[in-house]
């Protein structure tokens, strides 16, 4: 069964990069047709889509979210994170790892979430 587990500061200051990284066990971030992307969801919001990297390391970006966000992979270690710069308090949210497998049609695996807040 694979897991997906998100770690990092669950506090940061405006303007600062948030950086979160997603290890996953029980599977390999480099399998055939699987993509690695992030979701999030502020206070009271619905889900957001923040982008993807593909198992052969292709890059899928979210349009609201490009100029902002980068998402990385270490195949070594089995893990994939994700960057955003220039937070305000409105990246505020929930933020989840989480893994599809092309053509699925749904999200098969979810990391439990993790909290972030943006404040000074």
């Known amino acids: 069964q694979v897991q997906l587990q998100e770690s990092g500061p669950g506090l940061v200051k405006p303007s600062q990069t948030l950086s979160l990284t997603c290890t996953v066990s029980?599977?390999?971030?480099?399998?055939?047709?699987?993509?690695w992307s992030w979701i999030r969801q502020p206070p009271g919001k619905g889900l957001e889509w923040m982008g993807a990297?593909?198992?052969?390391?292709?890059?899928y970006d979210s349009p609201s979210l490009k100029s902002r966000t980068s998402i990385s992979r270490d195949t070594s270690k089995n893990q994939f994170s994700l960057q955003l710069s220039s937070v305000t308090p409105e990246d505020t949210a929930i933020y989840y790892c989480?893994?599809?497998?092309?053509?699925?049609?749904?999200?098969?695996?979810w990391g439990q979430g993790t909290q972030v807040t943006v404040s000074s």
């Open positions: 029980g599977g390999s971030i480099t399998t055939n047709y699987y993509y």
């Open positions: 990297i593909a198992y052969e390391g292709s890059n």
């Open positions: 989480v893994s599809f497998k092309n053509g699925l049609g749904y999200v098969e695996y």
